[in-house]
């Protein structure tokens, strides 16, 4: 992988399980797109304080979010709103 200007980067899906994020980043790579998981050890060790962010260069957000959705994969919506639902149904 090239080295990474953190300014050409964005984050396509935040993943509670590693396991989910492993997989979408596979998938991302089989389709060709580069890309890498920003959090996925803090993950392991505390799961509920962290998210595995899987990240894609800039140029291809458009095609890898077209994948992750056509694939099911709803992480990518808004995080926040994501909390606020769980604390409602809580």
């Not at 920003?38 to 509920?48: D, F, I, Q, T, V």
Request: hydrophobic share 40%; proline share 4%.
């Amino acid at each position: 992988m090239s080295q990474r200007d953190p300014e050409q980067y964005i984050t396509v899906g935040k993943y509670l399980e590693p396991v989910v994020a492993q997989m979408a980043k596979g998938m991302l790579e089989s389709a060709g797109i580069e890309c890498f998981l920003l959090g996925e050890n803090a993950n392991s060790l505390l799961a509920p304080a962290f998210r595995a962010r899987l990240q894609v260069h800039r140029r291809d957000e458009p095609e890898a979010r077209a994948l992750l959705a056509e694939a099911g994969d709803d992480s990518s919506g808004d995080w926040a709103q994501a909390i606020e639902e769980a604390s409602d149904d809580a």
